[in-house]
């Protein structure tokens, strides 16, 4: 733990092809977080492999497979520190099919590095637009834009304006204010402007990446609010027994804290006794809410529990919901969503096949008022009210209660299609 730094998950999200991994990757190196012997090993194997100049995209890749014990193997996990804060780095894929760990990674996060290509032929495309939607429905309230590859702009000021116009307005369509946005431009491959200042922009007087981020406000933590810890993983590991893995949500775990795990393997929870916390491989009396965290619960074997369950105290159990209502938008389906319609959905590390029992209303998308009662149907672009049936038990909390559970994906045949907070539920007896 750094002592006395405030923690702050970021994820950097973006089309595929505009420099996501690159910039992470450069960004850890030019602030010395990857020594000058792994970037060789990277640089020797991205030339082997026949791609030479994607060695820092590599830093990434290589992580995941290398944190033996790594807290999640479907996002790379990188820590690095700043003056003022230590980040955790939730580098999500970008493809167009916005794999789930995009949807864990957002959800995950504090802040968010939007990327956009400035190259001339680039821009905002459509998948930039998903992205920045996600972000604001699944709850990264802070974002900062870097536009990246000002090379192939001749790093002019012209076109990062213009780029920084049309990511303004999309933007403010979804509720995010670009007045408070930080934009810096840059060029990745080159390290222009993420940790050394560039000599190619004297146009520019704001702050480089690295800067941009001590700008960041600190994220309130939800400490007041009951716990909740979503399960990740669950390893055995030799020595220490079952060793559940995943980021406390809300609230504060305590060793010796008496616990429950729902809904568990028979659907009634699993409770047990906090023996151990750690993080980052230190031993903790104690977890706060942002914390990616291994434990190991007295009375809690390895097969009671799995990934998508969620951990709380006793005397405050997480909600299995029989059934729940939900505030959702429509973003890529490919013909039109009814009644009956079964997709999966992704809610904190949980996926379960939830059934849409009834289209409420459909509502205005920018400023939420109802346009329709009770329509046959909703589609692409299209915000509704709807009331769902999860297939199998389900913890899910309300809104207004503790957002942090609330939110969810929906993703059929490898895209994701919906994305939305559950406003109102019914409580399994």
């Known amino acids: 733990m750094a002592k006395g730094k405030v923690h702050i998950n970021l994820v950097f999200i973006g089309h595929v092809d505009h420099g996501k991994s690159t910039t992470v990757g450069r960004l850890l190196y030019d602030s010395k977080n990857i020594d000058e ?47 003022k804060y230590y980040f955790t780095i939730i580098d999500a894929p970008g493809h167009k099919d916005f794999i789930k760990n995009m949807i864990t990674g957002a959800s995950q996060a504090d802040a968010g590095v939007l990327v956009v290509s400035g190259n001339p032929s680039d821009g905002i495309q459509a998948q930039t637009k998903e992205h920045v939607f996600l972000a604001r429905t699944l ?59 560039s000599e190619n922009m004297p146009w520019y007087k704001g ?33 220490i027994g079952v060793v559940p893995v995943g980021r406390v949500e809300t609230g504060v775990m305590k060793v010796n804290d008496k616990v429950i795990v729902v809904p568990g393997r028979e659907g009634k929870g699993v409770t047990g006794e906090v023996k151990s916390i750690e993080m980052h491989h230190e031993q903790m009396q104690q977890a706060e809410p942002g914390d990616n965290i291994g434990f190991n619960v007295r009375g809690i074997g390895e097969k009671d529990i799995a990934r998508g369950d969620v951990l709380g105290h006793t005397d405050n159990v997480p909600t299995i919901a029989t059934e729940f209502t939900a505030q959702m938008v429509i973003l890529n389906h490919p013909t039109v969503v009814t009644k009956g319609y079964t997709p999966v959905f992704h809610i904190h590390t949980a996926q379960v096949a939830c ?26 672009g299209d915000a509704a009210i709807v009331k769902l049936k999860p297939v199998s038990p389900l913890v899910i909390e309300r809104q207004k209660d503790i957002p942090q559970m609330a939110r969810f994906a929906i993703r059929d045949s490898g895209t994701t299609v919906a994305a939305g907070m559950c406003i109102d539920l019914v409580k399994k007896e």
């Open 355 to 380: 059934q849409i029992m009834e289209i409420v209303k459909k509502l205005d998308p920018a400023t939420g008022e109802t346009k329709e009662e009770k329509p046959d149907f909703i589609k692409n």
């Open 139 to 197: 709850g990264v309230n802070q974002l900062i834009i870097y536009i990246n590859k000002m090379d192939m702009a001749k790093y002019e000021e012209k076109r990062f304006n213009e780029v920084k116009e049309q990511v303004s307005t999309l933007l403010k369509s979804v509720g995010y204010k670009p007045e408070d946005i930080q934009f810096v431009p840059g060029a990745s491959l080159l390290g222009d402007n993420l940790v050394n200042k």
């Open 37 to 83: 012997q792994t970037m060789r090993k990277l640089k020797d194997k991205a030339k082997e492999l026949g791609k030479a100049g994607f060695e820092f995209a590599f830093v990434m890749d290589n992580l995941k497979e290398e944190q033996e014990r790594g807290l999640t193997i479907d996002l790379a996990h990188k820590r690095f520190d700043t003056p």
């Open 207 to 239: 702050k480089t990446l690295l800067e941009s981020f001590d700008e960041l406000k600190e994220p309130e933590k939800p400490t007041d609010l009951p716990l909740r810890l979503p399960i990740q993983d669950v390893y055995k590991i030799t020595g």
